[in-house]
């Protein structure tokens, strides 16, 4: 048995404890102008160190904030394009790649590529399950339900 889990629960991601890391996909341009990722942009910043790393669509650009890992998945080239499963299964692998060198055994995300990008949620909970289930590591996923005013 390996320690994977997989857990949904409803909430504000960026709720979530800063033990976890955290990812999200984007645009190689990086323009974060919809969506969640506006969020990100806004919570964590560093789009100038993600500028440098000229990450490729199918690779993943990390920004350190605080003690956890912020993930970028490039999983398309512009930000009004759409992503397909091969590039967000490429930054997946990415991602794993640097999870396991720095012991990053926390995860939590949106329902990724699922948002604005409309990739098929059942396909990508199928495609982290293959990726991750032989890492030790927790991985969280956040279905948005807005705060109640």
């Not at 993943?60 to 398309?76: A, D, E, M, P, S």
């Not at 055994?105 to 590529?113: N, Q, V, Y």
């Amino acid at each position: 048995m390996s320690g994977f889990s997989f857990n949904e629960v409803n909430g504000d991601l960026f709720s979530v404890s800063a033990e976890y890391s955290m990812c999200h996909c984007v645009a190689a341009d990086l323009r974060m102008g919809k969506g969640i990722a506006v969020k990100f942009r806004n919570k964590f910043g560093q789009v100038g160190v993600l500028q440098q790393q000229n990450v490729q669509p199918g690779g993943v650009g990390v920004i350190k904030h605080q003690q956890r890992f912020i993930y970028n998945l490039i999983t398309k080239q512009s930000s009004w394009g759409k992503p397909t499963y091969a590039l967000l299964h490429s930054s997946l692998l990415a991602m794993r790649e640097h999870m396991l060198k720095n012991n990053v055994h926390k995860l939590a995300m949106p329902r990724i590529g699922c948002g604005l990008d409309g990739l098929n949620w059942t396909k990508v909970k199928d495609m982290l399950a293959e990726i991750f289930q032989a890492v030790n590591c927790e991985l969280l996923v956040y279905n948005y339900v807005p705060a109640k005013a």
